[in-house]
C-alpha cells in the first residue's frame, strides 16, 4: 500500500497507540470524580494539559481540549463573535479556508446577522496584508486565517498578520494552525485564538485543542457540568488528552527532521512530473506536506485508478471532497474550473519513500495513457 493522503488523516504512531492501551488498562474513572481514582485521573488531565501548554508556550489554563479542530474552530469563531457582538458585527476570513471555518463565518453571517468579508487570495493562496488592512472596519472583531492551506499547502504570514491585528486591540485573531502544528515552523506568539487536530499529526481522531489566550471570553457552545474552565461542558477523555500531549511532544521532537525528509519527497516528486501532462498549484514556497496538481483527466477517475492499484491520493479536501467534484481554493487562486475540478492532492508523511513516488510517476503515466 502507498498513502500519499496524510492531509486527510495521518497512521497512528505506534508509540501514542501503546500509550493509550496501557492508560485504559489502569485508568478509566471520570476526572470529574472526587474520589481517589478521579482525582488520578485528573492529576493525568492536568499533567498533560501542563505538558502541552509548556511546547505551544502559553499558560496551561489557556488549553481548552476539544474532539478535534473542527469543533475547536467553531467554538473560537462563534464563541468569540458571539462574545463580543456588542464590540461590532464585522468579522473577516478568505475564501479559501477549512468548511469548519467558511461554515462557521455562514452560520453567524446567516442565523446571527455578523456582516462577513471573505478575502481574495493571490495566485499563491496566500492571504496579502494590504487585502486584510483595507477590509478591516471600526466595527471589525475577528479576523480567522489558516496557517497553512489544507489542499495546496499555501503559508499565510501568521507572523506579520498577528503584529497588524496588534494595533487593533478590538480585534481578535484565530488561526487554524491544523495543518502546520508539528510539521513547519510558525511564530504564533500574536495569535488569540489557535486550533489544532491530533490526527493530522500520527495521533488520535476526535481528539484536538484550542488555545485561548486568558485575557480573552468566549460564549461556549456546549452547556453543562462545566468543564474545560467552563468553556466545554462534557466528560473529559482524559486518555486521548495524555496522549494528544504524547503525540505533540513526537512531532516537536522530530519537526526539523522530518521537515528536511518530506521536503526533499516534494522536491523529487515536481522534478518526478516534469514532462508529464500535468500542472502543479501548490506555489514554489509552501508546506512539502501537500503537493496539488491538475490533470486533463477526470481527477476522480484516476484516484479511483490509482486506488484500484493500492496507491491512495485525494481529490482535494476530505471535508469537502464528496459535495463537490470542484475546489473553490483553486478557482480563488485564479485556476481554471477544468484545472479546480481535476485537481489531486498528493500529501506526504515521513513514512513514505522516495520509491513509493517512483511507483506513482509509473502507475500515474500508465493511467492517462491508458485514458487517452
Not at 516534469?274 to 476522480?300: C, F, H, M, T
Not at 478557482?331 to 489531486?344: E, P, R, T
Request: glycine content about 6%.
Amino acid at each position: 500500500m502507498i498513502y500519499f493522503d496524510n492531509a486527510a488523516t495521518t497512521k497512528l504512531n505506534k508509540e501514542v497507540l501503546k500509550g493509550f492501551n496501557d492508560l485504559n488498562l489502569k485508568f478509566f474513572a471520570n476526572s470529574a470524580s472526587t474520589h481517589k481514582l478521579g482525582i488520578e485521573a485528573y492529576r493525568l488531565e492536568e499533567k498533560a494539559r501542563s505538558q502541552i501548554a509548556s511546547l505551544l508556550n502559553c499558560e496551561p489554563n489557556e488549553i481548552i481540549f476539544t474532539s478535534g479542530a473542527t469543533e475547536a474552530n467553531n467554538l473560537a469563531i462563534k464563541g468569540s463573535a458571539l462574545k463580543y457582538k456588542n464590540r461590532g458585527n464585522h468579522i473577516i476570513t478568505s475564501k479559501v479556508e477549512h468548511p469548519s471555518v467558511l461554515n462557521a463565518f455562514k452560520s453567524l453571517e446567516e442565523d446571527f446577522g455578523f456582516h462577513v468579508t471573505y478575502l481574495d487570495v493571490n495566485n499563491d493562496g496566500i492571504v496579502e496584508l494590504e487585502s486584510l488592512k483595507n477590509a478591516i472596519r471600526n466595527d471589525t472583531i475577528l479576523v480567522s486565517l489558516m496557517a497553512v492551506n489544507n489542499e495546496v499547502g499555501s503559508i499565510n504570514p501568521i507572523k506579520d498578520i498577528g503584529e497588524l491585528l496588534r494595533k487593533y486591540p478590538k480585534i481578535l485573531f484565530h488561526c487554524d494552525a491544523t495543518q502546520a502544528i508539528g510539521k513547519i515552523k510558525i511564530d504564533y506568539s500574536n495569535v488569540d485564538l489557535l486550533s489544532m487536530s491530533s490526527h493530522k499529526i500520527h495521533g488520535f481522531k476526535g481528539s484536538g485543542l484550542l488555545l485561548k489566550r486568558k485575557n480573552i471570553d468566549l460564549l461556549p457552545l456546549l452547556s453543562g457540568g462545566g468543564q474545560e474552565f467552563n468553556y466545554r461542558s462534557g466528560t473529559n477523555n482524559y486518555v486521548y488528552e495524555v496522549c494528544l500531549a504524547k503525540t505533540l511532544r513526537i512531532s516537536f521532537e522530530e519537526l526539523e527532521n522530518n521537515y528536511n525528509y518530506v521536503k526533499h519527497l516534494n522536491d523529487y516528486l515536481r522534478s518526478k512530473l516534469e514532462g508529464l501532462n500535468v500542472r502543479i498549484n501548490s506555489p514554489k514556497i509552501s508546506s512539502p506536506y501537500i503537493l496539488s496538481l491538475s490533470l486533463d483527466k477526470k481527477a476522480s477517475v484516476v484516484s479511483e485508478a490509482l486506488s484500484l492499484k493500492d496507491i491512495y491520493v485525494s481529490t482535494k479536501s476530505a471535508c469537502s471532497s464528496k459535495k463537490s467534484p470542484t475546489s473553490y481554493v483553486l478557482l480563488a487562486m485564479g485556476k481554471s474550473s477544468q484545472d479546480a475540478m481535476n485537481a489531486i492532492r498528493i500529501s506526504f508523511s515521513n513514512e513514505n519513500t522516495k520509491e513509493e513516488i517512483d511507483i506513482f510517476i509509473k502507475e500515474l503515466k500508465e493511467i492517462l495513457n491508458t485514458l487517452k
